[in-house]
């Protein structure tokens, strides 16, 4: 990745919203149902590899929020990632900054510093630029069997087994396959694929 603030991006994470059937049990209905797409369904959260696999995800009720469910990956990335090693991910505002993980600055952030407005710009404008490879691993899992209709809130192991199997299928082709845009624009040189070999042991 070219900039300072993109140097040793290994991914990119990102939360998404999958539709599903709505439940008969109106408990259910409240935990499931997500008044932001107004929709019943599942949230995800995905960590797209400059690679363009998915190395980490988890599958909430859809009323989860992105931060929250991310905060299980930061504590693993912190553990796994030593202090010596510049290795990080990128994220969109819905996520907090730490030590490994970068995101733009808000509106807010951005009228506390006055002084760095240009520089700050500049920052969420390399970011912003680079985050849409995030969004190319979501779409690309959603293309398997019509993902979102086959997810049940009713029969929840189900719907998250046949999540995982669209995930491994997607990885599959991923590694398999140079129909992968994410691959394709990040991975054009070395520097990233010896990112992901030295990071390899946080996944596993």
Request: glycine fraction near 6%; charge should be neutral; proline fraction near 3%.
């Amino acid at each position: 990745a070219d900039g300072g603030v993109l140097n040793g991006t290994f991914g990119f994470i990102d939360g998404s919203m999958h539709t599903a059937q709505k439940p008969t049990c109106s408990f259910k209905e409240r935990e499931y149902y997500n008044g932001y797409y107004g929709c019943n369904g599942f949230k995800a959260v995905y960590l797209v590899a400059a690679d363009g696999t998915i190395r980490w995800a988890k599958l909430c009720p859809g009323t989860a929020y992105d931060n929250t469910v991310y905060e299980s990956l930061a504590l693993e990335l912190h553990d796994r990632i030593p202090h010596t090693l510049p290795y990080k991910i990128l994220g969109d505002s819905a996520f907090s900054i730490t030590r490994v993980l970068v995101r733009p600055y808000t509106s807010r952030e951005i009228a506390a510093h006055p002084g760095r407005d240009a520089e700050i710009r500049s920052h969420n404008k390399k970011i912003s630029s680079i985050r849409i490879a995030a969004e190319w691993g979501m779409r690309d899992i959603k293309r398997f069997s019509m993902f979102d209709s086959k997810l049940s809130i009713e029969h929840k192991d189900l719907s998250e087994a046949y999540w995982e199997a669209a995930i491994h299928l997607h990885n599959v082709v991923a590694r398999l396959t140079n129909i992968n845009q994410t691959r394709n624009v990040f991975m054009r040189g070395e520097a990233n694929a010896e990112i992901l070999r030295e990071v390899e042991s946080v996944f596993h």
